[in-house]
């Protein structure tokens, strides 16, 4: 029998004075906050060597094909750790997996910053600081079911919203570092914000009860079917594969359609910002809709599509408006469909998301080398058309599985 799907507690009026008082001398809004940087954090190295694709593909001497390796890495990476991660934070709690990828990402960002000589110098890197990702992306899912939050929607948005920020974050280092200081620097801040994120983590994730341990040897299974989360998780594919292919090459398609360099990778943070706040501005409605949430995703990404499309078109003003529609409309969607998974899945959301994760990844790490091949093989505009189709598949499937979550 299919549990049932309601709405979380909070939303009920009579609940909302309790949770008022509750909130405020609560450490939540500074557990959420944690988490976010941590997010942030662990997938901004992914995220940062598309917005320099221009300047490190320039000293490295590397093609778009080839610079795809270490886009697609990354998440190559994380796709082959989401899985064996999401079951490990059952298991070890998501306070020790959390701090742990993030001294491993700092790491390989200091490594990229002085010690890589070599383009398979930074593949690398990026391949282990892959794995960092997938292993805190479960975690922190597993973290904010387990703080037993009043509005988990809204806090699953501020978490997603990490994803654009990263992305944000990385078009403004082309202007500020990239372009005055090299593109290194770029990887310091990096790892100077993973640090900060370590802290944050130790001081507000809290650290399961020692009566637990027992319980978490034999992690509590997904409600979900595994078709179902497999479902889930090509819904993510495609999609990721849109969004992974608007974060590599949104800057090298502007340059390519007459923007500047930095105007393109200003481009690129104005487009995430307004990803960040439709994403927040939908974390306020989705705990108390009533529409299933892989209905609003499936909807929402038909305008995102339109905006992909019109990314083929080779002009500078029409390139500054497709990115805006592109990201409005393709970057909301995480919110909705993990709310879902998550929701469903309260108590073995590391689990869950572990599998729904590897699609997402699978998307993210597959982007760069095709629409790589494709742009050197036929340009921007035939690769920016493929990906609009990638979208309506993605729309097609979250319809499909609207009443599963």
């Known amino acids: 029998m299919r549990p049932s799907i309601r709405p979380m507690p909070s939303s009920s009026a009579g609940g909302q004075g309790q949770v008022g008082n509750q909130q405020a001398d609560s450490p939540q809004p500074r557990l959420v906050a944690a988490i976010v940087v941590a997010t942030v954090s662990t997938v901004y190295p992914g995220f940062l060597i598309g917005a320099l694709s221009v300047q490190v ?38 306070r020790r997996q959390i701090m742990t990828a993030l001294c491993v990402t700092a790491t390989m960002q200091i490594v990229i910053a002085t010690l890589a000589s070599t383009w398979t110098h930074v593949v690398l890197a990026l391949l282990v600081a892959g794995l960092a990702n997938a292993a805190n992306q479960t975690a922190v899912n597993l973290a904010l079911t387990q703080a037993k939050l009043p509005r988990l929607g809204l806090a699953i948005a501020f978490k997603q919203s990490g994803m654009p920020s990263a992305s944000l974050l990385s078009g403004l280092m082309v202007p500020i570092l990239a372009l005055t200081f090299g593109w290194r620097w770029a990887y310091v801040v990096g790892a100077v914000l993973s640090v900060v994120a370590v802290f944050a ?12 341990a027992a ?6 299974r997904p ?23 608007l974060n590599a090459w949104l800057v090298g398609s502007g340059v390519d359609a007459g923007l500047g360099e930095g105007t393109a990778g200003l481009m690129l943070s104005v487009g995430a910002a307004c990803g960040i706040a439709l994403r927040l501005a939908s974390g306020t409605q989705v705990d108390t809709m009533t529409v299933r949430p892989f209905l ?24 500054v408006a497709a990115t805006l529609l592109a990201f409005v409309g393709g970057w909301v969607w995480p919110v909705f469909t993990n709310y879902g998974i998550v929701r469903t899945n309260a108590a073995a959301a590391g689990s869950a998301t572990g599998i729904t994760q590897m699609g997402v990844y699978i998307g993210v790490f597959s982007s760069p080398l095709l629409t790589g091949w494709i742009i050197e093989t036929y340009g921007y505009s035939t690769m920016w058309l493929v990906v609009a189709a990638t979208v309506l598949v993605g729309s097609a499937l979250s319809l499909s599985v609207r009443n599963r979550f």
């Not at 093609?63 to 270490?70: D, K, L, P, T």
């Not at 001081?203 to 637990?212: E, G, N, Q, T």
């Not at 319980?215 to 509590?220: D, F, L, V």
């Open 296 to 319: 609003v995703a499936g909807l929402m990404v038909l305008v995102g599509a339109v905006g992909f499309a019109l990314l083929a078109i080779r002009s500078p003003g029409a390139h």
């Open 57 to 94: 593909a320039a000293e490295f001497g590397v093609s778009e094909a080839r610079y795809g390796w270490g886009l697609g890495g990354f998440f190559l990476a994380a796709t082959a750790g989401s899985m064996i991660l999401g079951r490990l934070v059952q298991r070890i709690g998501p």
């Open 223 to 245: 409600v979900s079917t595994r078709f179902d989360l497999l479902v889930a998780a090509a819904v993510g594919s495609f999609l990721a594969f849109a969004a992974g292919a």
């Open 215 to 220: 319980e978490r040897r034999q992690p509590i």
């Open 201 to 212: 983590v130790k001081s507000l994730v809290p650290d399961p009860h020692p009566a637990r």
